[in-house]
């Protein structure tokens, strides 16, 4: 399900329905003018994905928050250091929620994650939940959990930050190769998922779409290229509203044709720190070859 379908259920678990909004089809980020069209007085939040490695767009989110007397969210659990009109990733809302998966950009050795905000209220909460809900030893105010980094997690992370601006200028790197190899491709229906945050952008993952107009199926391509030693991914198959936990909702097949689209196109290619030209060219020389 993604890091998605883990907000959903954080939302379901605090008594909060969620309201789902398709997406942009060329960012693959949420569609903000769909997402004017679905806020009701009910609305309390907005819950933005920084998808990918780059922001939803900071200055249109803030002005719907602002007319619609909205708290916003963050979901950057693939947006460290993320930055768009001026904003970095975290900096929008409320408070925003980090992942130290150990394949993200900052990844730990296991399993962690971090909440920034500026807002002494909700770092006291948030301190309170991850801790069985404790404020302090013994004392239970709230039903939270055991979500506590380890120091083992935090000595790794901490030998990786000072590094990950320097790892992300890679990556951004790497996508402008890859973008410039890939242009002759389009002719084939295949399409990079659109950067609108230019530098900012600090490509968790290096996104495709395989269109339908592409004469070659995904799966095809993937099996091709995985016999020429190369690794794809999806990410991710399955859109929210049509897993089997959120059926309770009531979405259906075609309530969001764009993410359902995208579920069926997108193909994630090797995108790390230290991917060379040498490897880029490898991998769009090899996906030329099938045409």
């Known amino acids: 399900m993604g890091e998605l379908g883990?907000?959903?259920?954080?939302?379901v678990n605090y008594r909060s329905v969620p309201i789902l909004v398709d997406c942009d089809p060329d960012t693959a980020l949420i569609n903000l003018r769909t997402l004017n069209q679905v806020i009701t007085n009910k609305t309390k939040a907005v819950v933005p994905v920084h998808l990918y490695g780059q922001m939803v767009a900071p200055h249109q989110l803030l002005k719907l928050a602002q007319t619609y007397n909205l708290l916003i969210f963050e979901d950057a659990a693939q947006a460290h250091l993320s930055k768009g009109e001026g904003y970095c990733a975290g900096s929008v809302g409320k408070a925003a929620a980090f992942s130290f998966y150990p394949s993200k950009n900052?990844?730990?050795f296991g399993n962690g994650g971090i909440?920034?905000?500026n807002d002494l209220q909700v770092a006291d909460k948030v301190r309170s939940l991850r801790n069985y809900g404790a404020p302090r030893k013994y004392f239970h105010t709230d039903i939270g959990t055991n979500s506590r980094l380890d120091t083992i997690q935090a000595a790794v992370l901490n030998v990786?930050?000072?590094h990950l601006a320097k790892w992300n200028q890679w990556r951004n790197l790497a996508a402008r190769h890859y973008d410039a190899l890939l242009t002759p491709l389009?002719?084939?229906?295949?399409?990079p998922i659109l950067n609108q945050n230019g530098s900012g952008h600090v490509y968790h993952l290096y996104v495709i779409r395989v269109s339908a107009e592409c004469p070659l199926g995904r799966q095809t391509i993937q099996e091709k290229l995985a016999a020429r030693g190369i690794q794809t991914?999806?990410?991710?198959p399955i859109p929210c509203h049509l897993q089997p936990a959120y059926q309770y909702l009531g979405y259906k097949t075609g309530d969001?044709?764009?993410s359902e689209a995208l579920c069926q196109e997108i193909l994630s290619l090797p995108m790390y720190p230290g991917l060379s030209n040498d490897q880029i060219n490898y991998i769009v020389n090899s996906l030329q070859n099938l045409f």
């Open 233 to 236: 991914g999806i990410h991710y």
């Open 256 to 258: 969001f044709p764009n």
């Open 160 to 162: 990786k930050l000072p």
């Open 186 to 191: 389009k002719s084939q229906g295949i399409i």
């Open 6 to 11: 883990q907000r959903l259920q954080k939302l």
């Open 115 to 117: 909440v920034l905000t």
């Open 106 to 108: 900052l990844g730990a």
